[in-house]
């Protein structure tokens, strides 16, 4: 019981959180961020307004978080091992990967990227193992930091960076083993890089920065970012968007339930 009270209440403080920031009406739906920072904090994050409220800890550092439409939220960990962090960590599975840039959800499974090999993989989360992965061919150097996959096209989204403030967006045609440079991504958060991807519910592109969590949009054609919101310094390391949309006003509520049926199974 008082481990359930203790996510209502975190619930009740975020619904204040948005109410004062003018963004509980009806038919207004405000990204939902889950950030995981360097210190292995986990953060809700409002990603229009950047205001913030904690939501737990993962174990160890990682550099990956995915979000399923149900509401489980996935990490890997130093090992590759696949948890489930929604609550306390529960291991799902191995994936023989060590190097880890991210996890980004499609059906029934999550796509990674994997930074010691260039590889792309599945991992099945009905079968709990890798069921498809391939080396990518990338253009030129660089660190992979975030994978998204957009649902509409089987497309992959990779961010990518050589260096502080020096970004870039690939993308992986559905069924090829090539990335394509798409165009570099403007970030004003300064000694920074974009430190993750993701698409929301609507099909936008988000990314957000390391430093000082800033958020902007990203064009999947151009690469060119928009700016949203900045934040306070947290060294993002993984960011999950919500992929339901849902009114602000209800979507406190809907967490806090989803959080309660999720720990009395």
């Known amino acids: 019981m008082a481990f359930n009270l203790r996510y209502i209440v975190i619930m009740l403080r975020f619904s204040f959180l948005l109410l004062g ?3 509980a009406s009806f038919g207004v739906a405000a990204p939902m961020a889950w950030v995981l920072n360097t210190n292995t904090t986990l953060d809700v994050v409002n990603a229009a307004t950047n205001a913030d409220i904690p939501y737990g800890n993962t174990p160890w550092t990682s550099y990956s978080l ?17 948890f489930d962090v929604t609550g306390p960590p529960i291991p799902v599975g191995p994936t023989g990967y060590t190097q880890i840039a991210d ?33 990518i061919t990338l253009p030129g150097s660089g660190t992979i ?16 960076n050589n260096g502080l403030n020096n970004d870039k967006l690939l993308r992986i045609a559905n069924s090829t083993t090539t990335a394509v440079l798409v165009g570099s991504m403007a970030n004003g958060d300064a000694f920074s890089y974009f430190s993750d991807i993701d698409f929301d519910a609507s099909g936008t592109l988000y990314a957000v920065s ?5 958020f902007y949009t990203v064009s999947t054609t151009t690469g060119a970012t928009t700016f949203v919101s900045a934040g306070p310094h947290r060294d993002v390391t993984a960011m999950a968007l919500n992929p339901v949309p849902e009114p602000a006003s209800f979507a406190v509520l809907g967490l806090g339930v989803l959080a309660l049926r999720r720990r009395r199974r």
Do not use: M
């Not at 995915?66 to 696949?82: C, E, H, N, T």
């Open 66 to 82: 995915a979000r399923s439409p149900s509401g489980q939220l996935y990490s890997a960990d130093p090992l590759g091992v696949i």
């Open 103 to 135: 996890l980004d959800w499609a059906s029934n499974g999550l796509w990674g990227f994997d930074n010691a090999t260039s590889d792309l993989f599945f991992f099945d989360l009905g079968l709990l193992s890798v069921t498809y992965s391939a080396n």
């Open 145 to 160: 930091t975030g994978v998204a996959h957009e649902a509409s096209t089987g497309d992959i989204y990779l961010c990518g």
């Open 21 to 23: 920031a003018g963004l």
């Open 210 to 214: 390391w430093f000082h969590r800033y």
